[in-house]
């Protein structure tokens, strides 16, 4: 059973899901929400990189009526998973609110399944032994691995992520955006190698608030998916990006790294710009690149990662793929290529591409994006 | 008794091309020339020769060749050459067949049926000649994870790693003994591993304190004839290794002759001359893994805590299990030696048929310790059988962290592999305690050899990784996903944990 969705995802078994896209990021740093109309258009924009095979957007800020509770969008390949799935939903939690997501049928979409929308609370009695973020964690992997075709692809507090196969513009115009706002929208458009023409393949990647998006194929997904398979994570979905979001997750969530450390570990310096750093830094590096060596994730991606509150920009540590910066007043944009920002926001105070390795990081409320390592490297 | 043996190989000498400048009589150890003056010519005893090709390369105008003896027994693919010879020689001895270097047989190597991959259109492969490619492993207990304190914007950290060794290359010179090679080939040992930033191992004969001044790239052997294990000994190296057993005689001790055991190798053995060296099976201190652990913390206990200690077995049918053991007795290191390990004396019969070959054995006891969650509490070493930068990189991507060499070492140096250093007597000088024969190894010139091989294979290794779109080792290690099989079977390939090629 637990091979349902590897097989959706990968039909072919081959020994991961490759594929490189478009990404685009922006967050408003004051919390402001805002439309989908910069964000799509900016990502429609990149159109020339995806090829049809997936679009999606995540929007933070969302459910705002809704803030404390876990908002789940599931995709049902037939009523009767999507019949297994709500059983489970209804042993596991309180279910507030159900209902099917809003959907414009006239959008240029293949093939789209059931999509529903649940706001839920852990069930007081069943969760009371665990942390709820990990209660959510176990019941979306149950559900994505025992109902035969139930797929939770969103499951964080005041955030959602619509996505499917077509372009980014026509998904967004299939989940009727329009009409939704949020401070941070991170867009994705895809080129897949193969056509597994299966909405839970494309991005943004989701497991609780975090999302990512990512554009690359990693060389050393092998043994990053050994290391973590260590620690409890099981990568049915056999793509970069899942691998990704488990390593985000386990250092950030579970090890409660901060991202100017995590940056280091996923994309690390090279050794011989450790050997001259300064005696404090050298050792951290060191330390790092020997405990965490197995999640550094070698060859090209860029990933513009999200949760409530941050959206982070960061490529690999030789920069195979591109990543833009863009700054003008509160907002940060984090793009594939600078046209689709200048698009959608002229007289930029400051755009920049970021050197490999060095994540760019908008916060809330520190009204500024946070980059990091610059100061040591030169 | 007249011997029924036949010579195994024939000495053929153009008389027109030989000079009689004798260099093949000086040369070899077995006296297999010989001058006859009365016709003015050099001749050969073929029965003597070992097929060891010193006179071949030395001798100036290339007038010998040797070739295996054409005359067979009657064809028979159970009664072969071998067999027949054999059992002749046990019936005119009694004893234990001997032999020296590793397992020769060709059924246990799996390296060539396995192939590396290469970048292809959605990645990128990086030219090593322009862009930086990492080889430097850490060898060593690595935490679970690590713990940070964010102090002034700063980050500061709390978790003290266990001591750590450093190599720029992911290659080891393999334990070889003071003993059982001569002391230049330690010398020449101890100094590549200096200069290229990897490590010696002494193997089970201890350190001669004239290369004490290179301990920080010496791994000192314990092993069960404690032979020159003192104090000073321990803390002389990097590390220390406790031998439970070697791939070419799992399970066996060892002997070194009396008369191997001149004045020098006494004094760093620490026993008398002349007296035979015998190591026991097992380690008389270790019937069961709680006794590993108390020598590993007495090992640790004498050096401080600052030392990683490696244990080193024999790959055996049951490695991953006695793995898992170590590394939870406290091995920050684990070493495993398969069944193509070489030696300077085994009996024939168990070096070809005891072990695992070492990719089967790699390939277990890593997926063992990562089931179990505790790959990263210690390092892998492999060893047995590595002949080529090839073969390294596809060790390291099942798994190993990083590689011993011991035969490729020795024939960098000059050894032909000729199987026959229990003899004492190498002609190359290698194998051998005899100071007149040892002097053929010149260490200056050893060392260089043994550098420039290291140097050729990390230069291979940087391009295989290259191909790969792999910029640092760490990224290769343990990345079954970059290795396919070919010829194998489906428990085969599961055992390796790889796909067949085309898959």
């Known amino acids: ?71 789940f969008h599931i995709m049902c390949l037939s009523g009767e998973a999507k019949e297994k799935a709500e059983r489970l939903l209804e042993q596991n939690f309180d279910v507030l609110m159900a209902e099917e997501i809003p959907v414009n049928p006239k959008a240029h979409v293949w093939n789209p399944p059931i999509i529903w929308r649940y706001f839920l609370q852990p069930k007081r009695d069943l969760a009371k032994n665990l942390p709820h973020d990990e209660y959510v964690v176990q019941n979306v992997m149950r559900i994505n691995t025992e109902t035969c075709g139930a797929f939770v692809f969103s499951s964080g507090k005041n955030m959602g992520v619509f996505k499917g196969v077509g ?109 001259t750093m300064e005696p404090n830094e050298k050792r951290l590096c060191t330390v790092l690149r020997q405990c965490y060596s197995s999640l550094l994730m070698n060859g090209p991606f860029t990933i513009i990662a999200a949760h409530n509150g941050e959206m982070i920009g960061l490529t690999d540590r030789i920069k195979l793929r591109p990543l833009t910066a863009g700054v003008k007043g509160h907002i940060l944009y984090l793009s594939s290529e600078e046209s689709a920002i200048q698009l959608v926001a002229s007289n930029l105070d400051r755009v920049w591409s970021p050197r490999g390795g060095e994540p760019v990081i908008g916060r809330l409320e520190t009204m500024k994006p946070v980059e990091l390592l610059a100061k040591v490297r030169k | 008794m007249k011997s029924y043996v036949e010579p195994e190989f024939i000495v053929e000498r153009d008389q027109e091309k030989c000079i009689r400048c004798k260099v093949c009589v000086n040369q070899c150890t077995y006296d297999t020339h010989y001058y006859d003056a009365e016709d003015d010519k050099v001749c050969s005893r073929d029965e003597n020769c070992v097929n060891c090709h010193r006179c071949v390369a030395f001798c100036p105008t290339r007038a010998i060749t040797i070739r295996r003896n054409p005359t067979q027994y009657t064809e028979n693919s159970n009664w072969t050459r071998e067999a027949v010879t054999a059992v002749k020689n046990q019936a005119e001895t009694g004893g234990i067949i001997l032999t ?59 978790t003290q790693l266990a001591p750590q060794l450093t190599v720029e290359t992911p290659i080891l010179f393999s334990a070889l003994s003071y003993g059982a090679v001569s002391f230049n080939v330690h010398e020449a040992l101890a100094r590549a591993a200096t200069e290229c930033g990897t490590f010696m191992n002494t193997g089970e004969g201890g350190l001669d304190k004239r290369l004490y001044k290179y301990g920080e790239h010496v791994i000192v052997q314990v092993a069960s004839g404690r032979f020159g294990v003192s104090p000073d000994y321990l803390n002389a190296g990097a590390a220390l290794e406790i031998k439970i057993g070697q791939g070419a005689k799992p399970g066996i001790g060892g002997h070194l002759p009396g008369e191997k055991v001149t004045e020098e190798i006494s004094r760093t053995r620490m026993i008398p001359i002349g007296t035979d060296a015998l190591s026991p099976a097992p380690q008389h201190d270790i019937y069961s893994i709680e006794d590993l652990r108390q020598l590993i913390y007495a090992l640790k206990e004498e050096t401080d805590y600052a030392k990683p200690v490696s244990v080193k077995i024999a790959a055996v049918h049951n490695s991953a299990a006695i793995a898992s053991g170590m590394v939870r007795a406290g091995a920050d290191i684990i070493a495993l030696d ?18 695992v070959p070492i990719e089967l054995a790699l390939a277990s006891v890593d997926q063992r310790l990562r089931d179990e969650g505790i790959r990263n509490k210690a390092s892998i070493i492999v060893a047995g059988g590595i002949k080529n930068s090839g073969d390294v990189a596809k060790a390291i991507a099942l798994g190993a962290d990083a590689v011993y060499i011991g035969t490729a070492a020795l024939v960098a140096i000059g050894c032909t592999v000729c199987q026959k250093c229990h003899t004492g007597k190498c002609p190359w000088g290698i194998a051998t305690p005899d100071p007149w024969i040892s002097k053929r190894v010149n260490p200056d010139i050893a060392t260089r050899r043994l550098v420039n091989l290291l140097r050729g ?47």
Not at chain 1, 9 to 22: F, R, S
Not at chain 1, 180 to 190: A, P, Q, V
Not at chain 2, 338 to 355: H, M, S
């Open chain 2, 457 to 503: 294979w990390s230069l291979e290794i940087k391009e295989l990784m290259g191909g790969m779109g792999i910029n640092a080792i760490e990224s290769l290690r343990g990345n079954r996903l970059q290795l396919r099989g070919v010829g194998l079977t489906e428990t085969e390939l599961k055992v390796l944990g790889i796909k067949m090629a085309g898959n």
């Open chain 1, 1 to 71: 059973m637990a091979t349902t969705v590897t097989k959706l995802n990968n039909p072919y078994g081959e020994d991961k899901v490759i594929d490189a896209c478009g990404l685009f990021g922006m967050m408003d740093l004051t919390g402001k929400r805002f439309g989908a109309k910069a964000p799509v258009k900016a990502i429609a924009n990149m159109h020339e990189r995806g090829n049809g095979l997936g679009g999606g957007f995540a929007v933070y800020g969302l459910y705002p009526e809704h803030r404390d509770d876990y908002a």
């Open chain 2, 100 to 158: 020296g270097m590793g397992c020769d047989k060709p059924n246990y190597s799996y390296w060539d049926r396995i192939l590396l991959n290469a970048s292809q259109v959605t990645n990128p492969s990086i030219d090593p000649l322009r862009e930086p490619m990492e080889l430097r492993t850490y060898l060593g207990a690595k935490p679970e994870k690590l713990e940070l304190e964010l102090e002034n914007g700063g980050t500061v950290l709390q």
């Open chain 1, 167 to 275: 372009f980014p513009e026509d998904i967004a115009e299939y989940f009727c955006l329009n009409d939704y706002e949020g401070y941070l929208w991170t867009c994705h458009g895809r080129f897949p190698t193969n056509t597994p023409g299966w909405w839970g393949g494309a991005h943004p990647f989701n497991i609780l608030d975090w999302t990512v998006v990512h554009n690359g194929e990693i060389s050393s997904y092998g043994i990053n998916r050994r290391y973590l398979e260590m620690y409890g994570y099981h990568c049915t979905m056999q793509t970069d990006t899942e691998v990704m979001a488990y390593a985000l997750d386990l250092l950030m969530r579970k090890q409660r790294l901060p991202m100017e450390v995590v940056a280091r570990i996923l994309a690390p310096p090279l050794w011989i710009e450790i050997d």
């Open chain 2, 338 to 355: 398969g069944v193509r390990g070489a030696t300077g004396a085994a009996p024939r019969i168990i070096r070809d048929n005891v072990g």
